[in-house]
């Protein structure tokens, strides 16, 4: 017996039968705007662990991403790594509200991350084996100095390998905290170098002063935030432009030392990165992010990549790929030149593509394999999810049993909203307005 078509497409050519998604144990991803049941999804379940959000701007992508993604993640598995990078300060306030840690990457926060932080399973290339994570971090070195130098020649870089060798010793010999190095050993290391490479150590130093002792210093320091915080959010909005892509490098290395170390520790990592196509102007950060792709699901490391550019990450093989190996994908609203794209790559319908081209926030379609499920939001966060991306100040968190058990109290614009609120009733004009509109009989 032979089987042209199994259950699952077959289903999809059967007349009012419509497409569900219902994981056991999963996170509600909303409605289903078809047949109004809820939408369960349980990434956990599943053999791939990354995702993608599609959407145009003020379409309430970061929305459903806090609501769908970061919340219920991190209330349904309290002992997990979930972690935000955060360009536009969008994920500020639940991450607050849940009392995590909002690390604020800017010249003047006071917030500093130590770029030669090194976990001892770093430079491991499966999580079951060990290997000395200097070698890698060495690689990583090498990409940061290359960025913030013009040009750094292959004597250099020689010199660069050898100084980043050396700043490890003593971290290896007692692998404390305390004991990691900074930009500054590797830059005492050059100013020190004698004999042949004199020269190159000291061109190469000039070349990275002003990071190490000039102005732009932001990473020259011991990392001094609670990093143990299961909830962190790396908010970058008040950082320089000229800082934000070396930031960016910086940020994507930190997370790796993390789900190097929680892998052993026997616990997930979950990333939301927002704004993801400012990750492929640099060949360094995509060579990062593609290693995060690649590797995430041996790792137990779960991405979720947001961007309104559709178009940069497919014009590129690299981040073609990360799509590909993405098989969950949320669709926002989308702009009408845009449709027939999405159609042709997803295969979407007629009716399909409509829901695109009128979706409002909070509403969309989710891609998961040959499944496409149109869904909306419950009505009251779809409520929210306008008030977020229509105004400056973010919106105020959703109320649930999960937020109270964290939060000290609730805010004070819940409590309000949560009590019923007397019917509406349509009011005349005032008596002033109408003296003024009407004029008086005896003038």
């Known amino acids: 017996m032979s089987r042209t078509l199994t259950t699952d497409p077959l289903a999809h050519m059967m007349m009012f039968v419509a497409a569900e998604m219902n994981d056991p144990g999963g996170n509600i ?8 049941s809820f939408i369960v999804y349980d990434p956990v ?4 662990t990354n995702s993608f959000t599609l959407a145009q701007p003020r379409s309430g992508k970061s929305f459903n991403s806090k609501i769908t993604r970061i919340i219920p993640v991190h209330l349904k ?5 979930v972690i935000t ?18 690390i604020r990457i800017a010249e003047n926060s006071g917030d500093y991350i130590n770029p030669l932080d090194i976990s001892l399973a770093y430079g491991s290339d499966d999580p079951e084996t060990k290997s000395s994570p200097v070698p890698a971090k060495v690689s990583f070195i090498q990409s940061l100095v290359r960025m913030m130098a013009s040009s750094v020649n292959d004597a250099q870089a ?88 070396l930031a960016l490098l910086i ?51 779960y ?38 794209d999405f159609q042709e790559l997803f295969n979407l319908s007629e009716s399909q ?28 966060t779809r409520r929210s999810a306008r008030r977020s991306t229509t105004s400056a100040r973010p919106a105020p968190p959703i109320s649930s049993a999960g937020w109270r058990g964290r939060c000290r109290r609730r805010p004070t614009s819940i409590r309000s909203t949560s009590r019923k609120m007397p019917r509406h009733r349509p009011r005349g004009p005032r008596r002033e307005e109408i003296g003024r509109s009407v004029p008086s009989p005896g003038r």
């Open 45 to 48: 379940s599943h053999e791939h």
């Open 158 to 245: 020689n010199v660069l390998d050898a100084a980043a060798a050396y700043a490890y010793n003593r971290y290896l010999d007692d692998p404390r905290p305390e004991n990691l190095p900074t930009l500054q050993d590797i830059y005492d290391f050059l100013m020190s170098e004698q004999g042949s490479d004199m020269r190159d150590a000291r061109d190469l130093a000039k070349l990275i002063r002003r990071y190490v002792t000039g102005t732009l210093s932001l990473f020259n320091h011991p990392t001094n935030v609670d990093l143990q915080s299961n909830l962190v959010c790396f908010d970058l909005h008040e950082l320089s432009s000229e800082l934000k892509p």
């Open 353 to 380: 593509t409509k829901v695109l081209a009128t979706a409002h926030p909070g509403e969309g379609l989710y891609v998961f394999k040959n499944r496409v499920v149109p869904f909306r939001l419950p009505r009251s």
């Open 77 to 81: 598995h309290p002992d997990d790594d």
């Open 251 to 301: 940020i994507l290395d930190h997370i790796w030392v993390r789900v190097s170390a929680n892998r052993r520790a026997g616990r997930r990592t979950w990333l939301v990165i927002d704004e993801f196509q400012l990750l492929l102007d640099s060949p360094y950060a995509r060579s990062q992010i593609d290693r995060f792709f690649t590797r995430g699901g041996k790792w137990d490391f």
């Open 29 to 36: 991803m909303g409605l289903n705007a078809e047949t109004r």
């Open 303 to 340: 991405i979720n990549a947001i961007t309104q550019n559709l178009s940069r990450v497919l014009n590129s093989e690299e981040t073609r790929y990360m799509f590909q190996n993405s098989p969950f994908v949320t669709v926002l609203q989308q702009t009408s030149d845009l449709l027939p």
């Open 85 to 102: 990078i955060d360009p536009e300060g969008e994920y500020v306030t639940p991450t607050e509200y849940l009392s995590g840690q909002v």
